[in-house]
């Protein structure tokens, strides 16, 4: 008997995917990455009103000839290198270029002086595929000198009260690569910065002179309340002078009134009659805690300049008729920035 094969063609549709690796250009320091390092010294801001935010110091420091590095990349023989510069910092504002802070009143631009096919300039972070007029690069072991050079630029995000250190920042990273878009995760060289950015600031306080406030003549029966103003007595008025340098108008400050306070009576000054201290007030007699920060605050005029308005009054600290006699109490005044 003859059997008969049957063979049923089953269509099968085969989906087949090649993953395809780019080459790997990418470019790494021989010696691991090179740290071009500089410190841009102290940077003295004279002038109050450019310790202003939005104030931008162009240039303010250039870095030059501060050595080389090898590099070796993933090619055959030779290569064009491209270049991309970074940073980590976080992003500041954008004025066509780009600024990065480098802390709460300062943001950085950077530059890395560079010798390309668009022109050997100054390019800022950030930047990518940069081609290097050298189309001969060694890629075992290239020299190179890129971000050897190069300049910052400061831009004041918020006034500078004093001295303001920045040590060993890290502001840029050059990567360098065989072919466009092929940059490692390593960079082949880091930008790191040191300094100080100082605006010297200060106040005079009545010219610098002693302020001596007469109380008068107060009879001891008259002190009859702890913290009170005596009975049938007027608050003394007087006003102090202050002039400031390297602050800018309208800037916010507080006075402080530094004294001993009374034994009995913590919110009054000690004098030298146990049973009566000095209370300092505000223009309308309002009393100033002592020995705290803010406690009186007030702004400059645009001459650097303001007159403040004060009151002072003796009080009872005790609630006993004080003996009789004169007596004194001493206090000084600062100034402090907002």
Not at 21 to 39: E, H, M, V
Not at 184 to 196: Q, Y
Request: glycine share 8%; aromatic share 10%.
């Amino acid at each position: 008997m003859m059997r008969i094969l049957y063979f049923l063609t089953v269509p099968f549709l085969g989906v087949f995917s090649v993953k395809c690796l780019a080459g790997d250009n990418s470019c790494t320091s021989i010696n691991g990455t090179k740290q071009f390092t500089f410190n841009m010294g102290n940077k003295i801001i004279s002038n109050p009103e450019e310790d202003a935010s939005g104030t931008a110091y162009p240039n303010v420091y250039d870095w030059t000839g501060s050595g080389s590095f090898t590099a070796k990349c993933s090619c055959s023989n030779y290569y064009t290198p491209y270049y991309k510069g970074t940073s980590t910092l976080p992003l500041g504002h954008n004025d066509g270029n780009q600024y990065y802070k480098l802390n709460e009143n300062m943001e950085v631009l950077t530059k890395i002086y560079l010798i390309t096919t668009s022109g050997s300039l100054y390019f800022p972070v950030p930047f990518l595929n940069l081609k290097s007029t050298n189309n001969s690069a060694t890629c075992s072991d290239q020299n190179f000198t890129s971000a050897s050079k190069g300049s910052i630029s400061i831009y004041i995000s918020k006034p500078i009260i004093g001295t303001v250190s920045f040590n060993s920042v890290k502001i840029a990273s050059l990567y360098v690569a065989s072919a466009i878009d092929s940059y490692g995760n390593t960079p082949v060289a880091d930008i790191v910065m040191s300094g100080t950015i100082t605006a010297p600031q200060n106040c005079t306080i009545n010219s610098g002179q002693a302020i001596n406030v007469d109380l008068g003549s107060i009879e001891a029966k008259k002190f009859t309340h702890i913290g009170m103003v005596p009975d049938d007595y007027t608050q003394k008025k007087f006003s102090i002078g202050i002039k400031c340098n390297d602050i800018a108008a309208q800037a916010q400050l507080s006075l402080k009134i530094n004294a001993t306070p009374s034994p009995n009576y913590n919110a009054a000054i000690s004098t030298n009659n146990e049973d009566i201290g000095v209370i300092i007030g505000d223009s309308d007699g309002t009393a100033i805690d002592i020995n705290t920060n803010g406690a009186l605050n007030f702004h400059l005029d645009n001459d650097y300049s303001s007159a403040i308005s004060l009151t002072a009054w003796p009080t009872s600290t005790t609630g006993k008729m004080p003996v009789a006699g004169k007596f004194q109490a001493a206090a000084t005044l600062d100034v402090t920035f907002k």
